[in-house]
């Protein structure tokens, strides 16, 4: 360092300032140092001296350059490429910089990939070592198939228990996953082809072996699976029954109740042979909120027979043609076959048969009214021959005994015969199927269109008596005495074969004597249907005859000397009408 005298030497020997480089230059210190110790002489020849020394030194370094100039020419061409060649260096360092963060994540990623490649390497050593029992293992969708196809069930229910074994221990594996996925599809479609089954025609053995089947898959509870069964038959049912044609309600009717008997029949013993249903329907204390297991069946038979009787009523409705008291018997067999399952439904028929009879007479009742309207209206009043039971009385026909023979006086008169006619055709065809039930809407129908009658034959007076001759009042007067003295008291005896007196008294639970209490019921009021005529009727002290005949042996006639008898009561169930005793039931005139 530079101290202080040394400072005010380099003051004075150099004005300006002093360079920072040469303080630190430690030949600067040692020349000063040798300056300090020199003499005036000296100090004053020192400038020379430097002079002459810079010249030498200057002298020499031109000599060296002279003979040393291509080495300093290699020398300079060295350092440019030397500076050239560390620039490129300097680049590729800094570019090698860049990308050694890279590299090294790259080397990462390769020993995670050789890990990798290793353990898969291990993996497919060990898969190659047991490719046979694996390869098994992948087959097991494939084999499942095939049993299910082919109809295997019980190989296909152990491969299926084998996988949920194997899913067990190995859920987490994909190849366990997807191997249990399609098993799963598998045992679907053998569900589908077990219940598709049960929706054919299959006896007993076959259902048991389903049903096996279905309990062994456990998809079902046993509730479940009762309902499935059912379900099943009842589709199967259905299918039957809607290959029974429906153009003739009667035919369609029959056939659906042969069907309902024979099929369902088999359904309710195929369920009692595979489920047990001991218990009762209701449980002990009567809470419904457990019902058990046994009903579901009892719901299902009520169901079945309910869609039977909503069929029975609509093809009622259609009309059977007069063959209800055939129809009737068949659905009383069929209820009767079904109360051995307690299933007994010959209840709710009586209601349905009453229906359609009632209607079927107010109809054919309707027609006879309408038809004696529009006889009356073309009527004329012609005293008749002898021969026919004008004024000369007819011969006594041969009346069998145990038969009803209606007034031959009624053949004097066309229109009053016609509908007596009608209305004993209605009571041949109500005759089939007449319970006592019906006894008062019977007898206020027939006394409504007894009304419409007699206000027929007012009208007819009222519109013709201006022009009547003597003979044709006569005649009018007849005809109406022929109404109220043969016809209606005929129509009573008739009322009072098809509802007797003794068995609607015991119905009611009165005396026969007391039946007289209940109005419109198996007798017409004779007086009100005749009230409009009082003003033509001759005065009598009684218009009708007495009633008190063994009905019980009578029968009905048609208007016609010729016709065969009708009814028979001797029998407790009436036959069925047939085409010659409804032939035989045709007016005459």
């Not at 074994?165 to 598998?186: F, N, T, Y």
């Not at 099943?232 to 042969?258: C, F, M, N």
């Not at 409504?448 to 005649?475: D, K």
């Not at 009633?547 to 009905?556: A, I």
Request: hydrophobic share 40%.
């Amino acid at each position: 360092m530079v101290d202080v005298e040394d400072e005010s030497i380099l003051a004075s020997l150099f004005r300006d300032s002093v360079q920072d480089g040469w303080r630190e230059n430690p030949d600067f210190t040692a020349y000063l140092s040798e300056l300090s110790s020199l003499g005036l002489e000296n100090l004053v020849r020192e400038p020379e001296r430097l002079e002459e020394e810079r010249a030498q030194i200057l002298q020499q370094t031109r000599d060296l350059a002279f003979s040393n100039y291509q080495t300093f020419i290699r020398t300079a061409d060295c350092t440019r490429d030397l500076y050239r060649d560390f620039g490129r260096v300097e680049d590729s360092v800094t570019r090698l910089l860049e990308k050694l963060p890279r590299l090294g994540e790259r080397c990462r990623v390769f020993m995670q990939e050789a890990e990798q490649i290793s353990t898969s390497r291990r993996r497919t050593s060990l898969t190659l070592n047991r490719h046979t029992e694996i390869l098994e293992v992948l087959e097991i969708p494939q084999l499942m198939d095939t049993c299910v196809r082919n109809g295997y069930c019980d190989e296909a229910l152990q491969l299926a228990a084998y996988v949920k074994r194997l899913e067990k221990k190995h859920a987490s594996l994909p190849v366990i996953q997807d191997m249990v996925g399609e098993v799963r599809q598998s045992t679907q479609l053998m569900l589908n082809q077990l219940l598709q089954q049960l929706r054919s025609q299959v006896q007993l053995p076959v259902c048991l072996r389903v049903i096996g089947y279905l309990r062994r898959m456990d998809v079902f509870t046993e509730a479940e699976l009762r309902l499935k069964f059912l379900q099943a038959r009842g589709s199967w049912l259905r299918t039957l029954l809607a290959q029974v044609p429906d153009e003739d309600p009667y035919t369609h009717i029959t056939k659906t109740i042969e069907a309902y008997r024979v099929y369902l029949f088999d359904i309710i013993t195929q369920y009692r042979a595979i489920f047990s249903d001991d218990e009762p329907l209701m449980p002990p204390g009567g809470c419904w909120a457990a019902v058990n297991e046994g009903a579901i069946f009892h719901g299902w038979v009520v169901q079945q027979v309910s869609q039977f009787l909503a069929t029975l009523e609509q093809d009622l409705q259609r009309g059977v043609g007069g063959r209800l008291d055939s129809l009737l018997g068949q659905c009383m067999y069929f209820g009767l076959s079904f109360s051995r399952v307690g299933a007994d439904f010959r209840g709710q028929l009586a209601p349905m048969f009453q229906q359609v009879a009632a209607a079927t007479f107010r109809g054919a009742v309707r027609e006879a009214a309408e038809q004696f309207r529009e006889d009356m209206n073309v009527y004329t009043l012609v005293a008749l021959p002898a021969v026919l039971g004008g004024s000369v009385p007819a011969p006594a026909p041969m009346v069998q005994p145990a038969t009803l023979q209606p007034p031959m006086t009624l053949l004097d008169f066309p229109p009053l015969a016609c509908f007596l006619n009608n209305v004993l055709a209605a009571f041949n065809d109500l005759r089939l199927c007449c319970p006592l039930g019906l006894a008062e809407d019977v007898t206020r129908t027939l006394e409504g269109a007894l009304q419409q009658v007699t206000q027929q034959m007012v009208s007819f007076h009222r519109a013709e008596a201006s022009a009547f001759s003597q003979q044709e009042e006569q005649q009018f007067v007849l005809m109406c005495s022929a109404f109220a003295d043969d016809m209606l008291p005929f129509i009573n005896r008739c009322l009072q074969l098809l509802f007797p007196a003794s068995q609607l008294a015991l119905v009611l639970g009165v005396p026969p004597s007391q039946l007289a209490r209940y109005p419109h019921l198996g007798v017409v009021d004779v007086a009100a249907v005749l009230e409009p005529l009082d003003f033509v009727l001759p005065r009598k002290d009684t218009l009708t005859p007495e009633l008190n005949v063994e009905l019980s042996q009578l029968n009905f006639d048609p208007v016609a000397e010729d016709s065969p008898s009708d009814l028979d009561p001797g029998s407790p169930s009436p036959p069925e009408v047939s085409a010659e005793e409804k032939e035989g039931a045709e007016p005459q005139q």
